[in-house]
């Protein structure tokens, strides 16, 4: 499996941005997808995750209610769209897929799939 993200930039407070995930080969042995970041001189953090049919979404509180997670199966491709950003969400957001026990779904190594990341930058 391969994930290709994009979408990433620079966007002013109070922007919007959506990231895409593009995956190749198949998913068929993951359970979720979803998103980690990684700020400079910080350690990656769990931003959102989604179930491979879509049913199930959690989210880091840090960004409930202003991101939201969907998956499209038909494309093999998961998106994040970010609202209200802010300079707290500077980061390079990755791409993940995997299979990990429920309780594991916010710990990166659970993931054993990684994208390359997409740099999002949010000015003050």
């Known amino acids: 499996v391969q994930l290709q993200a994009s979408g990433g930039g620079l966007v002013q407070t109070g922007g919007s941005l959506r990231l895409s995930c593009a995956a190749s080969?198949?998913?068929?042995?993951?359970?979720?997808m979803g998103w980690f970041r990684q700020a400079p001189q910080k350690e990656r953090e769990f931003v959102a995750g989604?179930?491979?049919?879509?049913?199930?979404?959690f989210y880091a509180d840090s960004v409930k209610g202003r991101f939201t997670i969907s998956i499209n199966n038909a494309k093999d491709a998961v998106y994040l769209q970010m609202n209200s950003l802010n300079p707290e969400d500077t980061a390079v957001y990755y791409c993940?897929?995997?299979?990990?026990?429920?309780?594991?779904?916010?710990?990166?190594?659970?993931?054993?799939?990684w994208g390359q990341g997409t740099q999002v930058t949010v000015s003050s």
């Open positions: 993940v897929a995997g299979s990990p026990i429920h309780s594991n779904r916010y710990f990166p190594a659970a993931y054993g799939y």
């Open positions: 080969g198949t998913l068929f042995s993951t359970r979720y």
């Open positions: 989604i179930s491979r049919f879509g049913l199930a979404t």
